[in-house]
């Protein structure tokens, strides 16, 4: 039902933009969110958008750096990465959760996606 994709390897400074496809049921009133993991770290919040509202949360540590926002056209969220670093090398998933006040917790989640692998070299 959610399918992410746009991963890849890109250089130190570069671009990405990940595309997360929603199907087979509607997310209007959904919370939609990217985490991601790197090799051996817990999977760590990264945004979030308010399927409804607009209203957008990011960690501080792609503040100013990633953007999250909806595709209307293609019904999916989309993640903006620029600035890359090689720290932001992981899996990047995304999901959905019901609630809002849910947005930064990966365990409050009720579907993800497969996840799309983003390395970024020195």
């Known amino acids: 039902q959610l399918q992410a994709s746009g991963g890849g390897l890109v250089q130190t400074g570069g671009s990405l933009r990940l595309s997360c496809a929603a199907s087979g049921r509607t997310f209007s009133s959904y919370t939609m969110g990217w985490f991601r993991q790197a090799p051996g770290k817990e999977r760590e919040f990264v945004a979030a958008n308010n399927w409804s509202s607009g209203g957008t949360d990011y960690s501080d540590s792609v503040k100013g750096q990633f953007t999250i926002s909806r595709d209307y056209a293609k019904n999916a969220l989309v993640l903006q990465m620029n600035s890359l670093k090689p720290e932001d090398t992981a899996v990047y998933y995304c999901?959905?959760?019901?609630?809002?006040?849910?947005?930064?917790?990966?365990?409050?989640?009720?579907?993800w996606g497969q996840g799309t692998l983003v390395t970024v070299s020195s």
């Open positions: 999901a959905a959760t019901q609630g809002w006040y849910s947005r930064r917790w990966a365990t409050l989640y009720d579907y």
